[in-house]
């Protein structure tokens, strides 16, 4: 699977945005989906994952409360909904996909295909 994520931007503390990540393939709903970010000199966290079916999610507790990951698996997209944006949310968000057989939502390891990243950028 292919994936491009897009939607970034730069925005005020305080504001929102919604990120795409846009995948090829036939077989989209059989992945798990999963939302990443790296801020500048840090290690790549895991923001949070969706099951296949979308039913289930997991978040990183930092962002719980104000992010929303959903999907689309007719359209073959993932969101990630962010609101009440901090400075710290400051990143590029990558999104990320893996296999049914290689771990659940809630873990941020397994992922075996990856987005190109969206640069957000939460400054006043």
């Known amino acids: 699977v292919q994936l491009q994520a897009s939607g970034g931007g730069s925005v005020q503390p305080g504001s929102y945005l919604r990120l795409s990540c846009a995948a090829s393939g036939r077989t989209f709903s059989r992945y798990v989906m999963g939302w990443f970010r790296q801020a500048p000199g840090k290690e790549r966290e895991f923001v949070g994952g969706i099951s296949w079916s979308g039913r289930s999610t997991y978040y990183l507790d930092s962002v719980k409360g104000r992010f929303t990951i959903s999907r689309d698996n007719a359209k073959n997209m993932v969101y990630l909904q962010m609101n009440s944006l901090k400075p710290e949310d400051t990143a590029v968000y990558y999104c990320?996909?893996?296999?049914?057989?290689?771990?659940?939502?809630?873990?941020?390891?397994?992922?075996?295909?990856w987005g190109q990243g969206t640069q957000v950028t939460v400054s006043s």
């Open positions: 990320a996909a893996k296999g049914p057989n290689s771990g659940t939502y809630d873990e941020g390891t397994g992922f075996d295909y």
